[in-house]
């Protein structure tokens, strides 16, 4: 004969909905109780223990005693759950419903109940991590009212209650609240920034909990759990009314009910076991007594802190879903019929949830006030006959005041709301900082400036703006590449920067040595130009000067140094090298205004007539093209003129073969050989070497000819030179970049060391879910590709091999660097002054659009080979390439890259080129690492070759 206990199928749980006017009221629920039974364990399975339970079908479970001692006994529940179901199943049927209440404004309660080892806490993460996801998904798609989510978590062990986020503040208090119940004085309640950040604090908790090994379980946790999320929504309504919901989903996971006996429980193992024994106890009577009704009288709540802590969660206001957890074994059936009998009763409890709604109004809230300042000031004036008015106006007062206090208690809570509303308002309407905003040259983000070395004003940069969230994940990402950042390594970088900027200083100097004579070669010109050329020379000695200093200054620091004494002595030299660059730039000025009064001179009447202004030949700007650095210096007769040598290790993009060696002992990169005389076309020699054209010594007729000639080659002369000044500018440029990377570093890495590792980890900005920030980051990378005309082969290779894999991250932000800079470069260029630049707008800018444009006619050449006649027909037909027009496959590839806006549209061009290219994502040119690039190490020459890349996809 089979005896049961009495089910509770759901239909028969009351659910009453009514309107209160605090919000809905779910009148007496039942407690949702569920049964999970876990497989046998391995220790179970060792010791041949027997299979007692059986899971009749979804609401039943039966005990059928393998050796017939014991009469056959089947239980009831809402539901039960046999060994194979997963935790997604346990939460949807025996959780999710009840956790997600809390959304509504109802307080929600979930726990495990079971002996040790019966899988409450395998069941608690489950429940945790399907809600979390839930909530998030919920709140996702609610957008209309705002969330604030507060977690605080703690542990009784041995009664006593235990701040699991703040274990230093010991035992805390309780204390009753006759509104709030009881409350645990001093938790810690932890705004929830997001999802991830949910779970990495459930997961501190997890760790801090007091967990020991028993017989039965090598992790038993040996206290009870209780982790608090507290949700709070309101819904913004223009009538001035806010309507907030504020509710509690406490997840509980209990310690094992057990006996002493069958843990082998001693000293303080038994004594938490004692402990847990009698709170569980009294939970058992506290349930008991509630699913005997009314008429059981006194409920014991206060005799145990964990029934005093979720005293509202029984029989009060919430509701409340229970999983029993038990073990199918039969040596644990004893223990199990106690789960069952607790399980029993539990289903038999009633509970009274309702909506916790706050409607406020702002005007009433401001009617208490005038009445508030109206009875003080009645306060300040009382007249001495009516001493009872006086009372009773003092009586009213207090209670006026206590009702404003928590009027603005609601006003608090309602600003911190608008605050957080406000916050995601940005974040929603951020657009991507590009030409939308604020123009082409200042569109993005320029997180380090070439144009201080400061330190304060490097990481002032860095400081996020109130908008700025990419600033914020910059210095995030900063942060996170300073705490993994060994400090001899940054050592090992401080020292191998100020070689290359000494090696630069040298190179500089030797540079202005050779530009000091050849300028002093030129005698030609007007009165105008022989004035900017005495001015040249003083700048050039000047220059030579300051280059000498600075190498003075450079030198330093033993091995021993420390890093803060390296950073400071290396944040000393910024003003070396600053000054390096303005003379440099000064430089330029005047070699620019020497070449504008050579074309003055150059166009006099009397000149004009013999000779017809003839195009200027421009030498491209071009900083690792070999041949124009040999070309540098061309003029017929200088002594600087033919075998320019350029070290291959001396450009900018390619890594020094070896950074310990010096500078090619005084080899400057156009250094060059004494030219032999050579003979212009009517026989004539011309010699510089004296500073004087040989013209004037000649006999020849033909002295005008020669003049011209002669002014002609000064003029490309000089012309060579400011190119090459203004390569010695822009790497200056680089160096200083690379310089204040640095800087930013070590800055951060002291301020982490000053602060600790937790400080570090609290001032580490909201961490944003990487799927968002991978976004963001791609659009701006898109962007400022389309911005700096880079290579559509390029832009498809990178867009097609960075998915969003968070070990992306790296990669993105160094691409993000490097496009960040060289939109920078080039919109100075494009902000140069036209005569600087000669006949050309901008001519690293025009270079680019050239390469960009043999690109596309590369491409489109392919389009008959790597496309079939159908493709090629679908894809003019998708990209509106006329039937019939010319031309067609440059016009399909001349409309592919072309808005970076329209994500659509990049993906769709990416498809296509990768086509065209033959690019396969997992092949074996598809290598990540070919985009990787690194400031840490320059003389690392892998680490540099993102700048060859990069640089060569641009043909700088
Ligand atoms: N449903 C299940 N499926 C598979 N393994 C489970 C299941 N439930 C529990 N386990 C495993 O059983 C062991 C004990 O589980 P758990 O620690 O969750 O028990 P417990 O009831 O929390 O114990 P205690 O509170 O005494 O520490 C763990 O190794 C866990 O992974």
């Known amino acids: 004969m089979m005896v049961g206990t009495p089910a509770t199928p759901l239909s028969k749980i009351q659910r009453t909905l009514s309107s209160t006017p605090g919000g809905l009221r779910v009148r007496g629920e039942k407690i949702l109780v569920t049964v999970r039974v876990r497989p046998l364990s391995r220790r179970e399975q060792a010791l041949y223990d027997l299979i007692a339970w059986e899971c009749v079908d979804e609401h039943s479970i039966f005990f059928n005693s393998p050796n017939q001692e014991r009469a056959p006994t089947s239980y009831t529940f809402d539901k039960v759950f046999g060994p194979s179901c997963a935790n997604q199943k346990v939460y949807e049927e025996g959780a999710k419903d009840v956790a997600l209440s809390t959304l509504r404004g109802m307080n929600a309660t979930i726990f495990a109940y079971g002996q040790t080892s019966s899988g409450k806490t395998y069941t608690m993460r489950g429940i945790a991590e399907n809600a979390i996801k839930d909530i998030y998904d919920h709140i996702r798609n609610t957008p209309e009212r705002d969330f604030i989510l507060k977690l605080s978590a703690l542990e009784i062990y041995n009664e006593t209650v235990v701040d699991l986020l703040n274990r230093e503040s010991g035992s805390l208090r309780l204390l009753d609240d006759p509104e709030r119940g009881t409350i645990v004085e001093k938790l810690v309640e932890e705004v929830v ?488 076309e009517s026989g004539t020699c011309v010699s510089s070497r004296d500073g004087t054209p040989i013209a004037r010594k000649s006999n020849s007729v033909n002295v005008k000819k020669m003049q011209r000639m002669f002014k002609n080659a000064a003029d490309e002369n000089i012309r060579s030179i400011r190119a090459y000044v203004t390569e010695l500018k822009e790497r200056v440029a680089k160096l200083q970049y690379q310089k204040q990377l640095l800087v930013c570093q070590v800055l951060q890495l002291e301020e982490s060391n000053e602060a600790g590792a937790e400080v570090t980890e609290s001032l580490v900005p909201s961490p944003e879910p990487w799927e968002l920030i991978f976004e963001e980051e791609r659009k701006e990378i898109i962007m400022l590709w389309h911005l700096c005309h880079v290579s559509i082969v390029h832009r498809t290779q990178f867009y097609m091999l960075f998915k969003g894999d968070p070990a992306d991250q790296m990669y993105l932000e160094v691409e993000l660097r490097r496009l960040t800079w060289l939109e920078q470069h080039l919109s100075d260029l494009g902000n140069a002054s036209p005569a600087l630049l000669g006949d050309e707008p901008a001519g690293s800018v025009s270079a680019s659009i050239r390469a960009l444009k043999q690109e596309r006619e590369y491409l489109a050449k392919r389009v008959s080979s790597k496309l079939t006649v159908e493709e090629r027909e679908m894809l003019y037909t998708k990209w509106e390439v006329p039937p019939g027009g010319k031309q067609r496959r440059l016009q399909l590839v001349n409309k592919l890259w072309t808005d970076p806006y329209n994500m659509q549209h990049v993906q769709q061009s990416a498809e296509v080129v990768a086509k065209l290219v033959g690019f396969c994502e997992s092949g074996e040119h598809a290598s990540k690492e070919m985009f990787e690039l690194t400031f840490v190490c320059p003389s690392d020459k892998k680490s540099w070759m993102g700048w060859n890349l990069i640089s060569n996809l641009l043909n700088l």
Not at 482 to 487: A, C, G, H, L, R
Request: contains cysteine; charged residues 30%; positive net charge.
């Open 193 to 680: 920034k997001d999802g991830e950040h949910l779970r990495h604090l459930i997961s501190i908790c997890e760790a801090q909990r007091q967990v020991g090994e028993t017989s039965l379980n090598d992790k038993s946790s040996r206290s009870h759990q209780i982790i608090r999320l507290t949700i709070e929504s309101s819904l913004r309504e223009s009538s001035g009314c806010v309507k907030s919901f504020v509710a509690s989903l406490n997840l509980v996971d209990l310690a094992g009910s057990e006996r002493a006996s069958q843990t082998n429980a001693d000293g303080t193992r038994l004594k938490e076991g004692s402990h847990i024994n009698r709170s569980l106890l009294t939970l058992t009577t506290v349930i008991r007594k509630l699913s005997g009704g009314k008429r059981s009288g006194h409920i014991p709540y206060r005799d145990s802190k964990l029934t005093r802590i979720l005293q509202s969660s029984l029989g009060g206001n919430a509701r409340t879903a229970i999983i029993c957890t038990m073990s199918p074994a039969l040596s644990h059936v004893e223990q199990t019929r106690n789960t069952l009998s607790f399980a029993t009763s539990a289903k038999e409890v009633t509970n009274n949830a309702q909506v916790n709604m706050v409607v406020s109004d702002k005007r009433l809230v401001k009617h208490l006030k005038k009445e508030v300042a109206r009875l003080e000031a009645e306060l300040r004036s009382p007249e001495p006959s009516s001493f009872s008015c006086f009372k009773s106006l003092i009586a009213e007062k207090d209670s006026k005041i206590e009702q404003m206090e928590r009027e603005m208690e609601e006003l608090k809570r309602q600003r911190d709301l608008a605050q957080s509303q406000l916050e995601s308002e940005r974040k929603a309407h951020k657009v991507p900082k590009g030409l939308n905003q604020r123009g082409p040259s200042s569109d993005v983000v320029r997180c380090l400036s070439f144009n201080d070395d400061n330190s304060e004003s490097v990481l002032g940069k860095l400081t996020p703006e109130p908008q700025s969230r990419t600033a914020v994940r910059r210095q995030a990402m900063v942060r996170r590449s300073v705490t993994s950042t060994d400090p001899s390594t940054l050592v090992h970088e401080i020292r191998k920067l100020e070689q290359r900027q000494r090696q630069l200083g040298e190179e500089a100097n030797r540079a202005l040595e050779v530009l000091h004579k050849e300028v002093a070669s030129h005698r030609l010109g007007n009165q105008e130009a022989a004035e900017n050329i005495a001015k040249l020379l003083s700048e050039i000695q000047s220059m030579q000067v300051a280059n000498s200093v600075c190498e003075e200054t450079v030198v330093g620091g033993g091995d021993q140094a420390n890093l803060i004494d390296e950073i400071s002595r290396f944040k000393c030299q910024g003003s070396t090298i600053e000054s390096l660059e303005r003379k440099l730039e000064n430089v330029q000025k005047s070699i620019d205004q020497l070449v504008s009064s050579f074309a003055t001179h150059e166009e006099t009447p009397s000149e004009c007539k013999t000779t017809p202004p003839r195009k200027k030949k421009i030498l491209p700007f071009n900083l690792s093209n070999n041949a124009n650095m040999q070309n540098i210096i061309r003029p017929p007769c200088s002594p600087l003129s033919s075998s320019c040598k350029v070290r291959e290790n001396e450009r900018e993009n390619k890594a020094p073969e070896n950074d310990d060696v010096p500078n090619g002992g005084g080899t400057v990169p156009w250094q060059c050989r004494v030219t032999p005389l050579k003979s212009d």
